[in-house]
């Protein structure tokens, strides 16, 4: 239910847009090449459901480093059966443009921990908001602006760093079960 959504007893809710340092930015329209250069090309498909890269690594025909990525930067597919599908660049992904069904966000570490809010964006809140908004018009989608007014719980950075660290040693412990 929407009211879920947008209520915490611990935490203030504050709109995605407030812990971003500029605006969304759309993906390149460039193809996608089998020629491999040293600037891997990101897609929508090459995004695994954890936030990793598959391995199929393909570059794009043409470079525009207005979409290189940089460390932290957060990619979230605005159109297709995967919106809302998440990915929170890394360095050691080697250097990556993305692709156009993917917007960018850079956010604000002073604000929020980009690691936080990628995994939050893993949550069934987060999920429940993406069915509530995206527009089922041919393809599913929801374009950059919109996600600006998704609704987080964020607490302090100091909190938000406590509540990662549990995160990732649980995410560490079902990865050795398995």
């Given amino acids: 239910n929407k ?10 809710i504050v709109s995605f847009g407030t812990t971003l340092l500029d605006k969304p930015k759309y993906g390149s ?20 459901e954890d936030g990793s890269l598959n391995d199929e690594i393909v570059s794009s025909e043409k470079f525009d480093k207005q ?3 940089e460390e932290n930067d957060l990619l979230i597919a605005r159109s297709g059966n995967t919106v ?3 990915f929170l660049y890394k360095n050691h992904f080697g250097k ?7 917007v960018r966000y850079r956010i604000n570490p002073q604000i929020a921990n980009p690691d936080f809010i990628f995994f939050y964006s ?5 999920k429940l908001w ?6 089922v018009s041919g393809q599913p989608n929801i374009n950059g602006q919109e996600y600006l007014s998704f609704p987080i719980p964020l607490p302090d950075i100091k909190t938000q760093e406590k509540i990662l660290n549990k995160v990732i040693f649980l995410r560490k412990e079902i990865k050795d079960v398995k």
């Fill in 67 to 69: 979409y290189l990525l």
């Fill in 84 to 86: 809302g599908k998440t």
């Fill in 29 to 48: 329209n460039s193809k996608a090449s089998d020629k491999i250069t040293d600037t891997r090309y990101v897609r929508i498909t090459d995004i695994n």
């Fill in 96 to 102: 990556c443009i993305y692709a156009g069904y993917l």
């Fill in 122 to 126: 893993k949550t069934k809140p987060f």
């Fill in 130 to 135: 993406i069915n509530s908004k995206q527009r």
């Fill in 3 to 12: 009211k879920e959504i947008m209520t915490s007893k611990k935490f203030d």
